[in-house]
């Protein structure tokens, strides 16, 4: 890309050294240690890091450009904008090309469920003869049995996430399922994107240290359905206490779909039952019924599947072939994963006092009647701190017996953090402590018989634990088996 082009696309407030500069813009930057000959450095002003700091050493690693803030004592071109992270997202969707126009790309956003929910949509795809690519939590991946690469963010910073849909344009891949987060949203990382659908999953407390307030929460979501055109869609979770809210920022013109159990919807459930194999339910769709039987448990996973169901419906993929792959699925890794039998060891992400309460209600049906449910948890450090206690009166109120521990406690005091969450019991005479989450699970390991159910939540997937300022291996899933069953 050459600076003319950049220029002439980009709002900008003075130009600093531009005078004889003839390079080509080899590539877009925000970290200077990454940072490549003939790269163009953009300067991002962040929570905790400011990028104008690290410009100089950007340069000595090759940067010919600077695109910044403020003007720096650098003899390098630099290029003065209001806000850097803006201009990111402008100048990587203009060095691929805009790709995502060249692609029909499907958002998916909400709390709880964007993982399972973008899954079910590319196997969905997949089943029609349709190429899917996925982006989200566990990473990307071209097709639903390919691995998983890069899961830095749910949502890739603009760079990264522009050079993505890039590559699945070259591959001749036509659908993308993305994980939209509300991070991604109000940092401009999606910006420019351009979405043929968008599909709500729920909004329940999550993420206030970042976003402050509920409000400022909703309309970080709400962006991803303002920016829907006249042929778009999208699917909104109707049972939700932010419907409304949702479909009154979409544009009249754009196809609107609902799905739900409670409320009348275009896509509903009724008449479900749960059992040690699965839910059941009739499926309501525009008026006509099926019988859906799946392999995953949980009224939560009845809600992903009629949002995949709806998707389905919003691109005239057939519905028949659709309810039957969806039977055929088991799950998502670390998604109401069952891990052990006998107990019956379950590994959750849940990490929100929503996507706890539903796992245990899920655990709770499950639960031989001689069965206790136990629940073993934490909460994250350096996050939002008001759900702690929330967590706790609900693992107090659905679980028989609660083990609190130690989940990413980051910069704090694990103890203070198992402090917060106790503060929501009304009584602690049910509850052990133990801060190592490697000997918490032991401590569930002695307190299971083989009719129990363990929940092991907030961690799901994730293979680390990250203590201080060190990060080290821990998998929930590699714990369980080799405590539980000696792997």
């Known amino acids: ?33 990454q940072t490549k000959n003939d790269d163009v450095f953009v300067c991002l002003t962040g929570e905790h890091v400011d990028g104008h700091e ?13 695109i910044v803030e403020r003007k720096l004592t650098l003899d390098i071109p630099q290029i003065v904008v209001s806000n850097t992270t803006e201009a990111l997202a402008k100048i990587s969707n203009l060095f691929y090309s805009s790709p995502s126009s060249k692609l029909n790309l499907i958002g998916v956003t909400g709390t709880n ?43 890739p910073q603009a760079p990264e996430l522009q050079k993505l849909f890039y590559e699945i344009h070259e591959k001749n891949i036509p659908n993308v399922v993305m994980e939209v987060s509300s991070h991604a949203l109000a940092q401009h990382r999606v910006d420019y994107c351009e979405f043929n659908g968008a599909v709500l999953t729920n909004l329940t407390q999550d993420h ?10 909703f309309k970080a979501k709400a962006k991803l359905f303002e920016d829907l055109y006249s042929d778009d869609f999208a699917v909104i979770n109707n049972d939700d206490n932010y419907a409304e809210r949702f479909k009154e920022v979409i544009n009249p013109k754009t196809h609107l779909y609902t799905y739900g159990i409670k409320n009348d919807a275009d896509v509903k459930a009724e008449n479900i039952s749960f059992n040690d194999k699965g839910a059941s339910f009739t499926c309501v769709i525009q008026g006509k019924k099926y019988d859906v039987n799946l392999k995953m448990n949980g009224m939560f996973s009845v809600y992903n599947v009629l949002a995949a169901i709806t998707t389905a419906l919003a691109v ?9 792959t969806l039977e055929s699925i088991t799950g998502v890794a670390g998604r109401f994963e069952i891990i052990v039998n006998k107990p019956t060891v379950i590994v959750d992400y849940a990490h929100t006092p929503d996507g706890l309460e539903n796992v245990l209600n899920a655990a709770r049906e499950i639960t031989p009647e001689d069965g206790h449910l136990i629940c073993l948890f934490g909460c994250g450090g350096d996050r939002d701190a008001t759900k702690r206690p929330k967590m706790g009166a609900i693992a107090e109120k659905l679980a028989d017996k609660v083990i609190v521990t130690s989940d990413n406690p980051r910069s704090e005091d694990p103890q203070q953090i198992i402090t917060d969450i106790l503060a929501g019991f009304k009584s602690v005479s049910n509850v ?8 918490a699970i032991k401590e569930a390991y002695k307190l299971a018989n083989a009719n129990d159910i363990v929940l092991v939540a907030g961690k799901g997937h994730e ?3 990250i203590l201080a300022n060190e990060t080290i291996h821990f998998d929930d899933r590699e714990k369980v088996r080799e405590i539980f069953i000696g792997d």
């Open 1 to 33: 890309m050459r600076l003319r082009t950049l220029i002439d696309n980009i709002d900008y407030l003075d130009l600093v050294n531009i005078e004889g500069f003839y390079n080509e813009i080899e590539g877009i930057s925000y970290n200077s240690k």
């Open 316 to 324: 005239n993929l057939d519905i028949e072939t659709s309810i039957k």
């Open 113 to 155: 469920g964007k993982t399972t929910v973008t899954h079910l949509i590319q196997k969905l795809y997949e089943a029609a003869g349709e190429k899917c690519a996925l982006i989200g939590t566990l990473g990307n991946k071209m097709f639903s049995d390919d691995s998983y690469h890069d899961a830095k963010h749910t949502t």
């Open 208 to 217: 206030l240290d970042f976003h402050i307030t509920m409000n400022n929460y």
């Open 463 to 465: 293979d680390y634990q």
């Open 54 to 66: 690290f410009a100089e050493e950007a340069v000595q690693n090759g940067a010919c450009l600077c």
């Open 432 to 439: 052990l402590v133990e801060p190592d989450r490697e000997l």
